[in-house]
């Protein structure tokens, strides 16, 4: 028989005992079902941990410094250690070339210059820490009062909630407000300018300058968990404007007793990837370049493993109901096989086949399976989202931010029908080979 | 041998037997029958019940195989066919017609009609076609989209009929066809296989332990006993003209 037929004849028959195939097809929807919710809290929470580490800005990023810069603190380098000059600057150059590494979202500066905060002519000593745009997705600004910069190179401040209340009793009033920092430019020597005769013209001048900046947010926690240097700022400006600004550097100051000190060298640079595990292998490539690296161990990498785990358990328990639903099928077509004993020999009688016989058991068993599967996947979503609900209407009771702790990814839905409907051939296997294995002549004989 | 087998033997039968193994005893259902139908003959098996007439119309049906013995239809002998092959005999060379009608109830009778055709992967718009010309056939065209249940014993039985030659099978095998209706419509029902035997040449071969009727319809007749051919008459009755 062809497949369009087998199927027709399959649905005929399921819906000839329509209670009894519903109730069974019930059974499998509600395996499927819990099998579906219970992924999707184990998906969903891993999805929320793995929000929740790479907002935190910290694992997915190389923190890269100068060997010129710690010699001397490492002992393993010996005496034949190259000298300073001959170690790699971090420069322009080397930058750019971690810039091109594979899978490198960003390379930026980490910037933090000590100021002088004048506003309404009071003035106050603050660090300012400058910030990437992708700072915007770390938790921190999660929850701002205000906005984050509007653009990259925005002459635009985000205070931290500690330093507003300084500046104002009312922290809030101080949005769209403007106040002035005023800090030390780096100004190359132009032309020997300030050096004199028969001297080493490298060097450089300090220059006070000052910047206005528009109060844009207010943030109540550290970026990046309080973890970096540019966490304790108390003043954020984007990266961008703060590498404009041409601030004096710590490693200025280290550089000038070097040959190279008119030659703009960062303190260090972060590099940040796509993705934590990309980490491992950055880093090494940017240790071949001549650099010191340090990036937090891959913490995804056992969060995986953990939650592999709790998937699998989850998975199981959620599997029981479905291993009960398989039995019901069995149950269901044996019976349909003793009911309809006679149809399966006139079937036989007009030229069906064994096999025939065989595929139109084994299509209703997979029918049953599709349509429990997909009325459980259904169930199942409803019953994970239902628990979100729950949960979040429990956490605002609690005055906490609501989370996604359930998730039905595309891959969740298919394995699922997929399992479902296997599940079911499976449970179709005896009884349609019982279907095709009956006399004729016995179920036909006049009774 | 007579007129009829002279244009090739449609049925070849030798020694055939069935025994069943019913508990301790051995049940010899046929034993050692032999039987020969020729092309567009009909053909009445007669003998009481448990005479062994349906068994041997089960293995002429390829339903059922011998325990010894061999049976050529057409001569391919079906002792030698695995069951994949017996169904493909089933679908295109016989049409089978039985006592209780073995209509599907849950179906119209176009859809029962159209059941063989599904079978034999007929395509689907060739199928309308030859369920109504079925059906028109045996004067059911009017009656297709209903179930059996709504029909008489008659109708039925002439729906059996239309749905046994849909797929023109060479082969008409009716197992008591007139065993479940009155004498009248019984006649009605022979009628109509006499008279598809006689238009579409079909070799048609009818069991039933009703010898005055089998007389009138059928050409030749086989008396069964205990499984062994019986002597008995083998030509036809008043109204077996050719």
């Known amino acids: ?447 | 041998m007579n007129a009829a087998i002279k244009n090739g033997s449609a049925i070849h039968a030798v020694n055939v037997s069935r025994h069943y193994r019913m508990g301790q005893t051995e049940v010899r259902a046929l034993d050692g029958v032999s039987l020969e139908v020729a092309r567009g003959e009909f053909l009445a098996l007669l003998g009481s019940s448990g005479s062994g007439k349906s068994t041997l119309l089960n293995l002429i049906a390829g339903l059922d195989r011998p325990t010894s013995g061999s049976v050529e239809v057409e001569g391919r002998d079906l002792a030698r066919m695995n069951s994949e092959e017996l169904a493909r005999y089933r679908r295109h060379t016989t049409g089978m017609v039985f006592q209780a009608f073995n209509l599907i109830p849950s179906m119209t009778l176009a859809e029962n009609v159209d059941l063989p055709l599904r079978i034999a992967e007929v395509e689907r718009g060739e199928r309308e076609g030859l369920v109504r010309e079925a059906l028109k056939r045996v004067g059911l065209e009017a009656r297709m989209g209903h179930r059996p249940s709504e029909l008489s014993g008659g109708e039925q039985q002439r729906a059996a009929i239309a749905r046994a030659l849909v797929n023109r099978p060479s082969l008409l095998l009716a197992d008591e066809p007139t065993g479940n209706l009155d004498s009248q419509t019984g006649e009605e029902i022979l009628g109509l296989v006499k008279e598809l035997n006689q238009s579409l040449g079909m070799t048609v071969v009818l069991v039933t332990h009703e010898r005055p009727l089998a007389e009138r319809f059928a050409r030749r007749f086989v008396f069964l006993a205990d499984g062994r051919l019986a002597e008995g008459t083998q030509t036809g009755g008043p109204g077996a003209g050719a």
């Open chain 1, 1 to 447: 028989m062809k497949a369009p037929d087998l199927l027709e004849l399959a649905t005929r028959n399921l819906r000839e005992s329509i209670l009894r195939n519903s109730l069974t097809t019930m059974g499998i929807a509600v395996g499927v079902a819990s099998l579906v919710a219970m992924l999707s809290l184990g998906i969903g929470l891993q999805e929320m941990a793995g929000r929740r580490l790479s907002r935190s800005g910290l694992f997915d990023t190389i923190f890269v410094t100068s060997r010129q810069d710690f010699r001397g603190f490492d002992r393993d380098e010996g005496r034949d250690a190259p000298k300073p000059e001959e170690l790699r600057a971090l420069d322009q150059s080397a930058r750019e070339e971690m810039a091109k590494l594979a899978n490198v979202v960003e390379v930026f500066p980490e910037i933090r210059l000590m100021t002088e905060v004048r506003y309404e002519g009071k003035t106050n000593f603050a660090f300012v820490a400058a910030l990437p745009p992708s700072a915007r997705e770390i938790e921190a600004f999660e929850e701002m009062k205000g906005k984050f910069f509007s653009s990259e190179k925005a002459e635009e401040a985000v205070l931290s909630d500690e330093f507003a209340k300084e500046l104002s009793k009312k922290p809030e009033a101080l949005l769209g407000q403007e106040l002035v920092v005023r800090y030390a430019e780096r100004q190359p020597l132009a032309g020997g300018n300030g050096a004199e005769e028969g001297e080493d013209p490298a060097g450089f001048s300090v220059v006070r300058r000052e910047q206005k900046l528009r109060i844009v947010g207010i943030i109540e926690r550290e970026p990046y968990g309080g973890l970096r240097t540019v966490s304790r700022g108390r003043v954020f400006i984007p990266t961008a404007l703060a590498e404009g600004l041409n601030v004096l550097q710590f490693s200025d100051l280290r550089g000038a007793t070097r040959d190279q000190s008119d030659r703009k060298t960062y303190t260090s640079l972060v590099v940040r990837l796509a993705n934590p595990s990309q980490v491992l292998a950055a880093q090494e490539a940017i240790k071949k370049m001549g650099f010191r690296t340090f990036s937090i161990l891959d913490a995804t990498r056992n969060m995986r493993r953990f939650f592999a785990i709790l998937d699998l358990f989850l998975g199981i328990f959620g599997s029981l109901a479905l291993a009960v639903a398989s039995i019901g099928i069995v149950n269901t077509l044996v019976m349909a096989i003793l009911e309809r004993r006679r149809e399966i020999g006139i079937l036989k009688a007009l030229g069906a086949s064994d096999a025939d016989v065989k595929r139109l058991f084994f299509v209703e068993a997979g029918v049953m399976g599709a349509v429990g599967g997909a009325a459980g996947v259904a169930l199942g979503w409803a019953l994970g989202r239902a628990i979100n609900w729950g949960t979040n209407a429990y956490l605002a009771r609690q005055e906490l931010p609501p989370e996604q702790i359930w998730s039905v990814p595309w891959w969740l839905v298919a394995a699922a029908l997929a399992f479902s409907v296997v599940v079911s051939l499976v449970s179709g296997l005896y009884p349609a080979a019982r279907a095709a294995r009956l006399d004729p002549v016995q179920a036909l004989r006049y009774e």
